[in-house]
């Protein structure tokens, strides 16, 4: 039989059921070919528990490359640098390129630092540690605990006081106080204050939470970073060894840099259906996109809703069949955010609450989510991940 192949760009959460359906693809004749930089995917829900101690990381990764070593599966380490639409082919970084009836984008977004970093040759500088991806946060733990074996200080700055920047510095404290790292100080340079765009109650949840474990918010924007030493637009300065980087994210600019139609932030641009309106065989979905019919917030959320819908789609388009298109856009979701101390904050609306027990339920959420996939390795292992990054269910936030 003639067989079609699907390229998988991105081993990305929203692919995650396009994986799980593996078997019926080949069925159709179609054969998968994902290609990622690593053979996991971090589920970013739990990536503040990682930092803790809470979870370990092979608790909270996908085994993306394992999963695709089977009949009719393909995994290719590599990160895709430029498409051709007109030949249907994608080029990656190192120069290889694959052919594709077509091709799925599921490359999340990145988070990049709004303000210049600069060292002075021969001076220590403060470790940067983008939230995004998230296996930077067990290697900022692990810089922590190396930190306080050595006697050293731990000035931990987070950039950033949204949700992901909240769900940081709550972690450190709550490492800080599980592993007794007493030389860790942490501030949160916030211009918006904590969690803008939430309901009031859940920002004075927030703010009490780090206040009263000892962290200062900072009513600014850090401007620049020298060595140790961060700017703030107020003129202010502060010293600082690690720096946690949680500005928001963007999509890469892949999509601009190919000439395909994109959104105001750089996403691709895709129909109610994920599909590119001007070229059929190209969808996408999660962060990456511009969802056209009505912009949505860069959220995992979106992301898990959205991979059934895309999964069908691809089947679809491949088989000739009908088109679904995804309205699940309600922006009322359930977020949990974890305050590192064993609680969270849970949001539904305009409803607010804390404690242990919503802490019970993002633990309870989440770990189903991981079990929800069958991910789970075959016959063949991927090996070990050597290539460390630096530098609902999904579900709730
Ligand atoms: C600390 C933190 C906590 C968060 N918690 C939550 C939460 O609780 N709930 C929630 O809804 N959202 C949360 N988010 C947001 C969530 O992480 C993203 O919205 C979600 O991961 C997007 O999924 P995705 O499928 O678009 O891409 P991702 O799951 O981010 O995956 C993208 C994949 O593509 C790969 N890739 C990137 N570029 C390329 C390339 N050029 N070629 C090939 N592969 C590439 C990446 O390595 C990655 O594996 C959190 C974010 C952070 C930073």
Known sequence: MFKKRLILAGGGHVHLPV?????????????????????????????????????????????????LARPGGTFVRGTVSAIDPAARRLFLRDG?????????????????????????????GATVYPVKPIENLLLARQELLARTAAGETARVLVVGGGAAGFEV?????????????????????????LLPGWPERAVELAGESLARRGATVIPARVVGLCGQTA?????????????????????????TNCGLSVGPGGGLTVSACLQSPFHPEIFGGGDCIHFGPTP???????????????????????????????CDTDRNFLALLNCGDGRAILRKGPFVAEGAWAMGLKDWIDRR???????????????PDTGGPRGSAHPPR
């Open 19 to 67: 994986l799980a359906r593996l078997a019926d693809f080949r069925a159709a004749g179609i054969d998968i070919l994902c290609i990622a930089p690593g053979p996991y995917l971090a589920y970013s829900g739990m990536g503040p528990g990682l930092l803790t101690g809470r979870y370990t990381l092979p608790e909270v990764r996908f085994p993306i490359a394992a999963r």
């Open 96 to 124: 290889r390129h694959f052919s594709y009836d077509a091709v799925s984008f599921g490359i999340g977004s990145r988070v990049v630092p709004d303000f210049p970093v600069a060292s002075t040759p021969g001076l220590p």
């Open 169 to 193: 510095a709550a972690g450190v404290l709550g490492l800080a106080a599980a592993a007794g790292l007493d030389r860790t100080t942490v501030a949160v340079a916030a211009p918006r204050g």
């Open 231 to 255: 700017q703030f637009s107020d003129a202010t300065a502060r010293p600082c060894d690690i720096v946690f980087v949680a500005t928001g994210t963007q999509p890469p600019g892949l999509f």
């Open 296 to 326: 949505l917030p860069r959220a995992g959320v979106y992301a898990v809703r959205q991979g059934p819908v895309l999964a069908r789609n691809l089947l679809a388009f491949l088989t000739g069949d009908r088109l679904r298109p995804f």
């Open 369 to 383: 989510f991981m079990r929800s996939f069958p991910l789970r390795p075959s016959s063949r292992s991927p090996g």
